[in-house]
């Protein structure tokens, strides 16, 4: 079952046959990107539709109402324009813009039922979205856009199915299983065979956990790294460094020591945090106004690209903050030279192309700079915002064809389209 018929969207069987093929003089998507006013022509239900969003408008589960039963007449492509126009607006609730979605997609116009969805983020409108790619055979963005639901909520219904399906089809390992990483093991003892004394875990990941700590002999607070498996992963922690140590300049975390035989890599310590922690907690005072922390971080991204490096994996725990204003970029350990062989990534945070085993790519680092921003975008909920940043993120996150191709064309973007 679908996405659209688990959630009672399509329209009654018996109306999508009477509609085989479109019925002469019914509305095309052309007029309905410029639709008429509607007070003279219309039933009552779909002048009522039409006031959703207005102080005297209906409520959200009345519009819903209305519009199921607007599917079942000659009026449902109106009812549709309706919806893309207050859509557009951001006027209508967003359940009643995925159904709208699903509509046009059931009318035979699945691109335009993209469209609609295009500024949502909702995971039910990620889903629906994907299934609309999957039908059209895009399976890697489809894929993308499924791992976005499974990060925010792994349990959404039908996201795992659809994730270990679409990974099939695409011949991809599964790696859909959920990682506790609260259980994960570590190999190592409280204090590790180290010039330093732990204060605090502050992270921990698939590869390792990051402590507060303190040098004993210069008195300096670092983020230590400490790998979990140090006779497997040396060859990982010392590429890590060597990496970082290249890149050592603005934006870009320092490296202070390293120890690869007993597993640990100390850092520079970044006092308020990763950029994850204030998205959890809707920081606003640290997110906002985003071009502070969002250019230093295009800049840092750009000295990479320049450098010829694929960072891999650019998401919001690995940006740290030193402070509002300068984030650093972390963790190294997957970046790859470019056209390199690319990495596996990190779920929610992975573009398409690279999902399709694109060799190693900045473009790939620029759609992961992008779902930054929509996470950021997502978690401030400011309208004004959204309207200035999103443009960006969606060409960020959308195709090769309009995404900047490094960091250093994102820059420019940035500077233009966000001043």
């Not at 983020?121 to 963005?141: I, M, V, Y």
């Not at 790998?227 to 202070?256: K, M, S, W």
């Not at 945070?349 to 790939?364: I, L, Q």
Request: aromatic share 4%; with cysteine; proline share 8%.
């Amino acid at each position: 079952m679908d996405f659209r018929s688990l959630f009672g969207l399509r329209k009654p069987k018996q109306r999508e046959a009477e509609e085989a093929p479109p019925k002469p003089g019914s509305p095309t998507t052309q007029e309905r990107s410029a639709p008429e006013s509607l007070a003279s022509r219309t039933s009552p239900d779909l002048a009522l539709l039409a006031k959703v969003g207005e102080p005297d408008g209906p409520s959200p589960a009345d519009a819903m109402r209305l519009f199921r039963a607007l599917r079942t007449t000659p009026e449902e492509g109106r009812a549709i324009a309706v919806i893309v126009e207050k859509s557009e607006r951001g006027r209508a609730p967003e359940e009643l813009v995925i159904a709208g979605a699903a509509a046009l997609a059931d009318r035979g116009e699945p691109d335009a039922g993209l469209r609609t969805l295009a500024r949502l983020t909702s995971s039910a409108a990620l889903l629906l979205g994907a299934d609309l790619l999957a039908e059209r055979g895009e399976l890697a963005p489809a894929l993308a856009r499924t791992e976005r639901v499974l990060l925010r909520d792994f349990d959404h219904p039908g996201a795992r199915e659809r994730h270990r399906r679409w990974r099939e089809a695409l011949g991809l390992r599964d790696e859909s299983k959920r990682h506790d990483v609260a259980s994960a093991v570590t190999v190592v003892a409280s204090e590790p065979d180290s010039p330093f004394r732990l204060l605090r875990e502050v992270a921990r990941g698939g590869a390792g956990a990051v402590y507060e700590a303190e040098d004993r002999d210069l008195g300096r607070r670092v983020a230590l790294k400490v790998y979990h498996h140090p006779e497997r992963d040396r060859a990982q922690l010392t590429h890590e460094a060597r990496v970082a140590a290249e890149l050592a300049g603005p934006g870009i975390v320092r490296v202070f020591d390293v120890d690869p035989d007993h597993g640990w890599l100390a850092l520079e310590w970044a006092p308020l945090g990763a950029l994850r922690d204030h998205i959890r907690r809707h920081d606003k005072a640290a997110l906002s106004p985003m071009e502070r922390w969002a250019l230093p971080l295009a800049l840092a991204l750009a000295r990479a690209h320049a450098a010829g490096w694929v960072h891999h994996d650019v998401k919001p725990a690995n940006v740290l903050l030193r402070s509002a204003g300068a984030p650093l970029v972390s963790d190294f350990g997957t970046a790859r030279r470019l056209g390199e062989p690319s990495p596996p990534g990190s779920l929610g945070y992975v573009s398409p192309e690279r999902m399709r085993g694109r060799a190693s790519d900045p473009r790939d680092d620029v759609y992961g700079f992008g779902r930054i921003v929509e996470d950021v975008l997502d978690t401030l909920g400011d309208k004004e915002l959204a309207a200035r940043w999103h443009p960006l993120a969606a060409a960020c996150t959308g195709s090769d064809e309009g995404r900047p191709a490094d960091a250093r064309a994102l820059v420019t973007r940035l500077r233009v389209e966000t001043a």
